[in-house]
């Protein structure tokens, strides 16, 4: 499965992760929400969503999976999965309300995680949205010590990824991944390498992206660190390889916000 990927992917892939958790219990419930709109999703569809990302979180958690394959798994879930169908019971409208024209930002809400009990969740991730008005942008960075997905639920962005190969004194070396407009149905996952520096900008008004986040693992070191880059400021080399240097949150807004992408 690869970050180009644009639809869903086909019913096989979806039936081999429902054969693979079978075996497990219900984590999280969404009845409150289901009550409340009960023509949509079943719950125990978007619960499914929820314990096969946990299952993949918790096995990173637990170094039973490394980062490369939790990128890779995360992925295929999110594209085998009606994600967009999904939003009524991910409380999408609350983050629809906290998008922002006026800023440069996109709005970021973390989605409520309850368990079967309706207490809150001991979930091994964090889910979010990140919803953009059109233009607003999340400007090139990399990460330390957590990974995430990103799935786009809603509009278009610009999305390009770089694998980080490693640091150089004041600069990340880069190898560019991806640079394409992406739509619903599109995943993209970090590692500690593959796909670790990212940059999206958004297309459309209310653009979305579903974001999955495991923090406090070693993923160039434990220490949580957003490393901002300036990839477009150096040409690759022969090899392809970026030395994109490390710059201040002031310059990354100064560089890459409000001037396309
Ligand atoms: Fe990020």
Not at 155 to 170: E, I, K, P, Q, S
Request: hydrophobic share 45%; net charge neutral.
């Amino acid at each position: 499965m690869t970050d180009a990927q644009l639809a869903p992917a086909p019913t096989p892939a979806r039936r081999r992760f429902l054969a693979e958790v079978g075996g497990l219990g219900l984590l999280f419930a969404c009845a409150p929400l289901l009550r409340a709109e009960p023509r949509l999703a079943a719950a125990a569809d978007v619960r499914h969503w929820l314990e096969q990302i946990e299952t993949l979180s918790r096995r990173l958690r637990g170094n039973t999976l490394t980062s490369l394959q939790w990128r890779s798994e995360i992925d295929a879930v999110n594209t085998a999965t009606p994600l967009t169908e999904y939003l009524p019971q991910l409380q999408f409208d609350r983050a629809l309300q906290a998008m922002q024209r006026a800023g440069k930002d996109p709005a970021k809400t973390f989605i409520r995680l309850r368990d079967i009990n309706g207490a809150p969740a001991q979930a091994a991730f964090a889910a979010a949205y990140f919803v953009f008005a059109k233009g607003q942008v999340i400007t090139p960075h990399g990460h330390r010590g957590m990974v995430s997905a990103h799935a786009v639920v809603s509009g278009r962005l610009h999305a390009r990824t770089y694998d980080r190969l490693g640091r150089d004194g004041d600069a990340l070396l880069l190898r560019p991944r991806l640079d394409t407009p992406v739509l619903p149905g599109f995943s993209a996952a970090i590692s500690a390498s593959e796909g670790n520096v990212h940059w999206f900008v958004a297309e459309r008004d209310a653009s979305a992206t579903l974001d999955v986040i495991v923090q406090d693992i070693d993923a160039n070191g434990r220490e949580f660190a957003i490393e901002l880059v300036d990839p477009r400021a150096a040409k690759p080399d022969i090899d392809g390889i970026i030395r994109a240097p490390l710059i201040s949150w002031e310059e990354s807004s100064r560089r890459y916000q409000g001037v396309g992408g």
